[in-house]
């Protein structure tokens, strides 16, 4: 085991008076999923991090640093680090569930920016049942070859809209996928999949400005999404053409539909 490190990158230039929006990214991605996709023009700084058992932060430190809680206490640590003071959150999938949690635990987030993100599950028999299969899915990365699971993940009808991709971005994200650690993978399903997570439906923040992107192909997020509106009316829906992926999917779209809803917030000056 070692010690537990988080690597992050700036997406931009930093500016010391400009906003910082924190990008954390899906299962089996990196904080390079985000790169290109904001002009260095944009008056916000843009963070990205790789999530514990992703890229390049630490993969093999103790199972206890996988947990949720642990997730954010190490993320609001690094923000401390960077002397970042207060910050946007913007999350895909895995991220925007980390996102999230952060946003509930921490008063400092100013705005929470959602794509294809769950609040988690609220039945508790759906949830055991979630878990079993989580942790289905851990065993056989500990088990079997990463190759195998990549391909068999790829086959789920989740990504089926990304076969409309370029080559050369599917090449790339398949790249991403299996650079990654069969053990990173597995405790993070085990520790913070969607099973494991609290259920953070009664507690969506009620007085956090929040967009939620969805693909108008991904039916399933596009109910969860409306179901998060009813329980926090503040909550901004905008769904763009694509499946579960969007910032992939419809780059320029995505770029423009976060940037605008920024500019909106209160207190920034464009």
């Not at 990158?9 to 954390?24: A, G, K, N, S």
């Not at 998060?228 to 770029?255: D, R, S, W, Y």
Request: proline fraction near 6%.
């Amino acid at each position: 085991m070692t010690e537990l490190q988080y690597h992050y990158q700036w997406l931009t230039d930093y500016q010391p008076h400009r906003p910082t929006v924190i990008c954390l990214h899906g299962f089996m991605g990196t904080g390079a999923t985000f790169m290109g996709l904001f002009s260095p023009e944009q008056p916000f700084n843009f963070l990205a991090v790789d999530l514990i058992g992703h890229g390049q932060t630490s993969v093999y430190v103790h199972p206890e640093y996988y947990w949720m809680t642990a997730v954010i206490a190490a993320l609001q640590s690094l923000t401390r680090r960077l002397q970042i003071d207060d910050y946007y959150l913007l999350g895909y999938s895995m991220g925007g569930r980390v996102a999230l949690a952060w946003a509930i635990n921490d008063s400092r987030v100013r705005g929470l920016i959602l794509e294809s993100a769950s609040p988690g599950i609220a039945d508790p028999g759906l949830r055991d049942e979630r878990c079993q299969h989580d942790d289905d899915l851990a065993k056989q990365l500990l088990t079997r070859p990463l190759v195998d699971f990549v391909d068999r993940w790829e086959r789920l009808p989740l990504f089926a809209s990304q076969k409309a991709l370029p080559p050369v971005t599917r090449m790339r994200i398949r790249e991403e996928r299996l650079s990654q650690q069969n053990y990173g993978l597995a405790m993070s399903l085990m520790m913070m999949g969607t099973g494991r997570q609290p259920n953070y439906w009664p507690r969506l923040p009620q007085h956090v400005p929040t967009l939620l992107i969805v693909g108008r192909l991904d039916r399933k997020f596009q109910a969860i999404a409306r179901q998060m509106k009813q329980t926090a009316p503040q909550i901004t829906i905008t769904t763009l053409n694509g499946g579960h992926c969007v910032h992939l999917e419809q780059a320029a779209q995505f770029a423009a539909t976060v940037c605008d809803w920024l500019a909106d917030q209160p207190g920034q000056q464009i």
